[in-house]
T-cell receptor, first 112, second 115 residues
Framework: QKEVEQDPGPLSVPEGAIVSLNCTYSNSAFQYFMWYRQYSRKGPELLMYTYSSGNKEDGRFTAQVDKSSKYISLFIRDSQPSDSATYLCAMRSGGSNYKLTFGKGTLLTVNP | ETGVTQTPRHLVMGMTNKKSLKCEQHLGHNAMYWYKQSAKKPLELMFVYNFKEQTENNSVPSRFSPECPNSSHLFLHLHTLQPEDSALYLC??????????????FGSGTQLSVL
């Protein structure tokens, strides 16, 4: 079983739709969870950063972590064409362990 | 701009060439990283430097040779590469292990093609 599973898509939605992106993981030691957005021909940029379980909201974006199910989600409300990108989940355990384990990424297209 | 600059943006090289990738960060970070991104694969950590000292070599073949002269600059020297080494090579920086919440800031990458 891979440490982090992420459906690569592609996912295509109309403008204004609510988008749900998900990752599952197997390592119960993971405590820090991130979502990165990567536009074509660019490096990943950090979008959301959460610690342990719970929700975090930032504008149209909500990150959700369910450690009991080993499942994390990113919701995008009122999606825009500018949200079209690849979304990567990443996670790491705590303490001084700085190594991130990434998912493969989900390619999202928001159609005007 | 993320504060991490990589050059060149694109590189085509033959298997017998020697080339170098350059990364510079303007964020005052202490840790720098090289990642490899191939199609349909997760990002693979290659090397980590913390305060100019290499703290991680993730079983990377010796045809990849990193160099970190100071906390702001990172190089990846390439020689006798194979076609399967074609990928996007990403540099990243962070405050440093144990220094905070370890948020990575990435450069735009070098798209490498090995012929």
């Amino acid at each position: 079983q891979k440490e982090v599973e992420q459906d690569p898509g592609p996912l295509s939605v109309p403008e204004g739709a609510i988008v749900s992106l998900n990752c599952t993981y197997s390592n119960s030691a993971f405590q820090y969870f991130m979502w990165y957005r990567q536009y074509s021909r660019k490096g990943p940029e950090l979008l959301m950063y959460t610690y342990s379980s719970g929700n975090k909201e930032d504008g149209r974006f909500t990150a959700q972590v369910d450690k009991s199910s080993k499942y994390i989600s990113l919701f995008i409300r009122d999606s825009q064409p500018s949200d079209s990108a690849t979304y990567l989940c990443a996670m790491r355990s705590g303490g001084s362990n700085y190594k991130l384990t990434f998912g493969k990424g989900t390619l999202l297209t928001v159609n005007p | 701009e993320t504060g991490v600059t990589q050059t060149p943006r694109h590189l085509v090289m033959g298997m017998t060439n020697k080339k170098s990738l350059k990364c510079e960060q303007h964020l005052g970070h202490n840790a720098m990283y090289w990642y490899k991104q191939s199609a349909k694969k997760p990002l693979e950590l290659m090397f980590v430097y913390n305060f100019k000292e290499q703290t991680e070599n993730n079983s990377v073949p010796s045809r990849f040779s990193p160099e970190c002269p100071n906390s702001s600059h990172l190089f990846l020297h390439l020689h006798t590469l194979q076609p399967e080494d074609s990928a996007l090579y990403l540099c990243a920086s962070s405050q440093g292990p144990g220094q905070g919440d370890e948020k990575l800031f990435f450069g735009s990458g070098t798209q490498l093609s090995v012929l």
